[in-house]
């Protein structure tokens, strides 16, 4: 079996980058190089972009020191792309992986980066160029088929967590309206995420929006006025990608948006519909004090606010990606799965197909019945994701002084 | 000495909150607590506006251990108020404390909070009301006159300088421009941090722009322009309070701003000032992956990332602050000095009159001459505020692999 294949591999990663991407690459590299017939550990620079541009570097002579600190660094070390190949394409980089004896390929990436390589997978078959494909995990809005979570969120999710237990501490002491704009083109896992620090029965964020569900402008204001009224605040979470009830994203009712090669428009790296919010509630409660803020890249690559159970998963994904092509000689993406709620998982190889460019949602469990808030069901779901001490604020409890009336 | 007024102290919090401000709050109950004199230690909420509604806690009362878990936990603890009071207020507040025999006012804040605590030394003076006014100095904005530094600067700092980071291995690994609006009204102190991180010759930020220096949108774009065709990629850092030759902020183009009670146009809590730049290079240069984050609320108060050091000085700085007040029996305001640059620290009494309402803006020093950068002063100033551990990115250092030729 291990023979069966010449031993050169080829890893690389593609899409946007995370806080533990390094971690799953520095896992391939790792595993590959521990087979005695893999001579060489290819990466290719700036995704599949490396491959067609002969643009390697050579992992096999990496020191595994510098790998362990590559590993604990965010962002893409390999750089990244989002490039989409077609026939065409794939057949400029068979010609450059025929030429240096290439026969393994290992790309880390979310749903385009997996869609990617179904399309090489299939165009390799089509052509006769014998090329284990296996696809490694990655993203942080979490909505990959066929997994429990996937690497990457659990980072991210405690980023977008502990960022708002400090707004919420913020807007406590200033009141006033807030809004802050979580990752998530289709699915909420990032916005809900913005629960998991709440402690106090008042804390915030008092009302989150997934994109799973309808968005409805009129209603929207009802709940923050009602929250309002209640708390003399209101702090809310809502998923960039909050579309209304004909599934149009709400941000587009703007215009002059670009859009990247994978045809989406772009909802990340701009404050609009951040503001467009914020106006929505100063002209409609007629609320001064009212602040957007858009989390925009700080959620993915922040230093040092990493889940030390994220990393470490994320760099089994990368070890068990290269042990299914080496010893089981099959295609596929490597699935997390979560045996035991609290806490166990494990993985599995499942076909590209079932994975590739295909999106998950939250399961429905996991928003309440007026759809402006988590359940228990996703905080049991989540809190084990986001690692160890996510940290808590603490409030005064000394008792109020009794007003002085004079004799 | 000790025994000259009675033995009620009064503790308060105003304007922005920051990630050390309950560390101030702690050092001046637990200071207050060891003198036999003192009776009872009252935190008012709100600020002054806790003192007009007669609105108190008390903290004599608060456990030791309690007050320690709300030190370490970011935020106002005593919740804030911009309010500014005049005469009339004064005298509303002079007779709430007189009922409760209060003759000790430590005020926890900024700029604006200090001209408040001026005003209410003022109308005391005025009025004969004997009570001693002690400001304990916090702004993440760094920019209180007669201080080396201001407690809640470092741990703002670090913020901003691990998300530069952190968007720097972002940026490199999909190219780009990317755009990112910090705090920093009048100081580009917070601006400036985000060099604070960088490690390569080719990190970002690339560009860094303080409102001490005029901003021509011109000449920002040539700057971009420069970089892009030297990296494929460029960072840029703006202060949100970056203005032109005629000092107009560039925001200020733009309308329908609220302004708060001292008279400041909304800079934060909107993506605007990022968005407007995002475009003008959109339009400008033709490049067409640009993005803009603007970091807002995040920085000063995300929960976990603290520089120890701020910590520190803003836990010693409320103890000097209740030292001055009852050993010495003067007012004024709390400074910090560095005689030594690396580094320590002393603590004096100043006026309060020589910090009140004052703006104390960057050393010219600190900015390259081009007004694009900071310099190596800049950093031997500001790189021991930030803490220990502030973290790095590391890079893959593997060889390129040669291109095959086909015989």
Redesign the interface.
């Known amino acids: 079996m291990v023979d069966k294949l010449p031993g050169k591999v080829l890893v690389a990663?593609g899409g946007?980058?995370t806080?533990v991407i390094n971690q799953s690459l520095v896992g391939v590299v790792l595993e590959a190089r521990k087979f005695p017939h893999i001579r060489q550990v290819?990466?290719a620079v700036h995704g599949v972009r490396g491959i067609v541009d002969?643009?390697?570097?050579?992992?096999?002579?990496?020191?595994t020191h510098?790998l362990e600190?590559?590993a604990?660094?965010?962002?893409?070390?390999?750089?990244?792309?989002?490039e989409k190949p077609d026939a065409d394409y794939c057949a400029r980089m068979f010609e450059v992986l025929r030429?240096?004896g290439i026969h393994y390929f290992f790309y880390i990436g979310g749903n385009d980066s997996s869609d990617t390589l179904r399309i090489v997978n299939q165009q390799a078959e089509a052509v006769d160029y014998p090329l284990r494909c296996v696809h490694v995990p990655k993203t942080i809005d979490n909505d990959l088929m066929m997994n429990d979570h996937t690497p990457g969120y659990g980072s991210a999710a405690r980023f977008v967590a502990?960022?708002f237990?400090?707004?919420?501490?913020?807007?406590?002491?200033?009141g006033g309206v807030?809004v802050g704009v979580v990752m998530g083109r289709h699915a909420g896992f990032l916005a809900a995420a913005s629960s998991l620090?709440r402690k106090y029965l008042d804390d915030g964020p008092h009302l989150i929006y997934c994109p799973e569900r309808p968005f409805d402008p009129e209603r929207f204001l009802a709940d923050v006025d009602a929250v309002y009224k209640r708390h003399g605040r209101c702090i809310v979470a809502v998923s960039e990608g909050i579309a209304d009830a004909q599934g149009r994203p709400i941000i587009t009712t703007l215009k002059?948006m670009?859009a990247d090669d994978h045809g989406n428009v772009q909802l990340?790296?701009?404050?609009?519909l951040?503001?467009l919010l914020?106006?929505h509630i100063?002209k409609g409660l007629g609320i001064?004090?009212?602040?957007?803020?858009?989390?925009?890249?700080?959620q993915?690559?922040?230093?040092?606010?990493v889940s030390d159970r994220d990393a470490r998963e994320a760099r089994e994904v990368g070890e068990k990606a290269v042990q299914y092509a080496i010893w089981d000689d099959i295609d596929g993406s490597v699935a997390i799965q979560r045996p035991v709620r609290d806490y166990s998982v494990e993985y599995e190889l499942v076909p590209l197909e079932a994975v590739a460019g295909k999106t998950r949602r939250m399961d429905p469990e996991f928003i309440n019945e007026a759809g402006n808030d988590v359940t228990a069901a996703f905080h049991a779901y989540a809190r084990p994701l986001v690692g160890a001490a996510l940290?808590?604020?603490?409030?005064?409890?000394?008792?109020?002084?009794a007003?002085?009336r004079?004799g």
């Open positions: 990663q946007g980058p806080a290819y990466g002969e643009d390697f570097l050579d992992l096999t002579r990496e020191t510098n600190l590559v604990r660094t965010p962002g893409s070390a390999l750089l990244s792309t989002r030429k240096h502990r960022a237990m400090g707004v919420n501490l913020d807007n406590r002491a200033l807030y620090a002059d670009g990340s790296g701009t404050g609009v951040g503001d914020m106006d100063k001064k004090r009212v602040r957007s803020d858009t989390f925009g890249y700080l993915r690559s922040f230093l040092g606010c940290g808590e604020g603490h409030r005064l409890r000394a008792p109020r002084i007003s002085v004079m």
